[in-house]
Nanobody, 116 residues
Framework: QVQLVESGGGLVQPGGSLRLSCAAS????????MGWYRQAPGKQREWVAA???????DYADSVKGRFTISRDITKNTVDLQMNSLKPEDTAVYYC??????????WGQGTQVTVSS
C-alpha cells in the first residue's frame, strides 16, 4: 500500500507560478510511473505529466513548455512546477503512482485556482 500526500495548491493570478509536491510513504525509486492528473469542475480527470524510473518525462500537450515534473528519490517526492498559469489550469490536481503493472494509487488532491 502506498500513501500519497499532495501539497502546494492555492490561488494564483494568470501568468503566475505554483509548485505542487507529492510525498510518498515509501521508496519511489523503482516505481514504473509517477505522475500528476487534474480534474476541473464538470470534466473528466485528465493526465498532466509523468516521470519514469530513468528520469525521463512526458507531458500533455496543454501543459508542455509550462509545467515541469521532477522527483527526489532521497525524499520520495515528486513535484510539479507550474509556470505561466492560465485560468483553464484551474482544477484539483492529483498525484498518481504506479509501482508495477496493476496497482495504482492516488493522493487526496490539491486545489489550484487561477484567477484574477
Amino acid at each position: 500500500q502506498v500513501q500519497l500526500v499532495e501539497s502546494g495548491g492555492g490561488l494564483v493570478q494568470p501568468g503566475g507560478s505554483l509548485r505542487l509536491s507529492c510525498a510518498a510513504s515509501g521508496s519511489i525509486v523503482s516505481f514504473r510511473i509517477m505522475g500528476w492528473y487534474r480534474q476541473a469542475p464538470g470534466k473528466q480527470r485528465e493526465w498532466v505529466a509523468a516521470i519514469f524510473p530513468g528520469g525521463s518525462t512526458d507531458y500533455a500537450d496543454s501543459v508542455k513548455g509550462r509545467f515541469t515534473i521532477s522527483r527526489d528519490i532521497t525524499k520520495n517526492t515528486v513535484d510539479l512546477q507550474m509556470n505561466s498559469l492560465k485560468p483553464e489550469d484551474t482544477a484539483v490536481y492529483y498525484c498518481n503512482a504506479k509501482p508495477g503493472l496493476v496497482a495504482t494509487y492516488w493522493g487526496q488532491g490539491t486545489q489550484v485556482t487561477v484567477s484574477s
